[in-house]
């Protein structure tokens, strides 16, 4: 038999995991100094949930979800983070608690894509979701705080798109003067987008198709029929951006795969020619509906997710440096219980170690120190048994003394710590 893993879901093998912890820890660090909290929704929701809020005419919904019926529920494997979030804030009633919560979440996604480099079947994100603020202030926050956090990460070549959809006035406005203009053209659109002019005209603006890119980029435009609170939400919200100095331009063609969002949108874009097509890194947008939607009272929203695959592809290539260890190689039985004793000591110290205990020969186990850079070698043999020592190998230095076999532990750790760089490993 042979068995793979599914199409379009991607092992993560220990050699690449750096990179993901280096991209994982930046987040965390990053929007934990905005006072985000980390939430862990359930990976499997009610079908329901994200039918409703992304919108049953949307990609996602219509051919991307793992859906599946168990005793009698339908149920759905996430295509993203933020229905769920929102559910769980209604279900805790989050908003009798506190007037603002800050969130964040971190993990797998699940959507039956065609899959390609940077589009996955089973893909990461993380993602912040802000409820009770109405902006936009914090909407301009959100992508400064984004863009901080891509240039720390070492991609220099980013641009925010920024867009407004308005409310639900607006966008009624709008989808009448875009399909006015769209209908006497419908005959030169592709079918998804005939198709879509009728359930969901808003949508035929994200088309990849050339065949609609030429009539889609003479379109009407949002930003010409913006009710006036819209309108001031939005200036506000480029005021904020232009204060910050934060690097954006307004896209008023921008629209996103999901129906729940009103107001701002917005869209993290990299030059990185590594990511080709697939060069959004994340995006998100504000969904002042979504929580009154679930059952809750009326309380804004705005939430981005990153891609993490894409920001890997972007991110430049560098290892971080070893963490320093040390290897015990033990000749015999009795040595080597004292090398699994001394092994503990060690990591007490926090120093990684690895213990050998294949009852092998010394070449082989120095062999394997070697192969996991280990600083140092002790050897334990039937002689240092005897006098109560060890040996101990300089693997990068080449050198070797013997120390007592009480103390091997600590004046190891000592070497090994006052070595370090500073904040490195
Ligand atoms: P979305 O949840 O559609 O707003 O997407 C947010 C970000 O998630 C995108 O900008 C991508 O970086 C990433 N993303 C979305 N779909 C996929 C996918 N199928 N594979 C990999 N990354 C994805």
């Known amino acids: ?27 965390r660090t990053q929007v934990e100094l905005y006072r985000y909290e980390e939430v862990r929704p359930p990976l499997v929701e009610a079908t329901a949930l ?28 996430r295509p993203e983070g933020t229905a769920g979030v929102a559910r769980a804030y209604v279900e805790h009633h989050i908003h009798n608690k506190e ?3 800050r969130w ?7 959507r039956s894509e065609r899959p390609q480099k940077g589009r996955y079947r089973q893909f990461y994100q993380a993602g912040c979701e802000v409820f009770g603020d109405p902006g936009p202030a914090v909407d301009a926050e959100m992508i400064d705080m984004l863009v901080r956090l891509m240039t720390q990460l070492g991609i220099a070549d980013i ?18 003067v875009l399909v006015a203009y769209l209908t006497p053209r419908a005959a030169e659109l592709s079918e998804d987008s005939q198709r879509r002019l009728a359930t969901n005209p808003l949508r035929i603006l994200d088309s990849k198709d050339p065949r609609d890119a030429a009539i889609v980029a003479e379109a009407p435009s949002v930003l010409d029929v913006l009710e006036a609170d819209d309108r001031a939400h939005f200036d506000g919200l480029c005021r904020y951006l232009n204060e910050l100095g934060t690097p954006h331009v307004v896209d008023s063609r921008l629209v996103r795969g999901f129906d729940y969002y009103t107001r701002t949108l917005f869209e993290l874009r990299s030059a990185s020619g590594e990511l080709g097509s697939q060069n959004a890194l994340g995006g998100g947008g504000r969904y002042d509906r979504m929580v009154a939607e679930l059952g809750g009272p009326d309380v ?32 015999g039985e009795a040595a080597t219980a004292e090398a699994l004793r001394i092994a503990r000591s060690l990591r007490r110290y926090g120093i990684v170690a690895d213990v050998d205990g294949r009852q092998t020969s010394l070449k082989s186990m120095l062999r394997r120190a070697n192969g996991v850079s280990a600083t140092y070698c002790i050897v334990v043999g039937e002689t240092e048994m005897k006098q109560g020592t060890v040996q101990v190998k300089d693997l990068a230095g080449h050198n070797q003394e013997d120390l007592s ?21």
């Not at 809020?53 to 219509?62: A, L, N, T, Y």
């Not at 076999?405 to 490993?425: E, K, M, Q």
């Open 159 to 176: 641009t925010a798109h920024v867009n407004t959809l308005g409310g639900a006035g607006t966008r009624a406005r709008y989808r009448d």
């Open 104 to 110: 964040y979440y971190l993990g797998p996604m699940f």
């Open 99 to 101: 007037p603002l919560s």
């Open 1 to 27: 038999m042979n068995l793979r893993a599914v199409k379009g879901m991607n092992d993560v093998l220990p050699d690449e995991i750096g990179r993901w912890h280096r991209l994982e820890n930046a987040f």
């Open 300 to 331: 804004p929203g705005i939430g981005f997710a990153l891609g993490l695959e894409r920001i890997l592809l972007a991110m430049p290539q560098t290892q971080p440096p070893a963490r320093k260890s040390v290897y015990l190689a033990p000749l």
């Open 50 to 77: 994200f039918a409703r809020q992304i919108g049953e005419v949307s990609d996602i919904v219509e051919k991307e979800m793992y859906s599946f019926t168990h005793h009698g529920e339908d149920l759905t494997l």
């Open 405 to 425: 076999r009480t103390d091997v532990a600590r004046i190891l750790a000592d070497r090994i710590r006052s070595s370090r760089p500073p904040g490195g490993a």
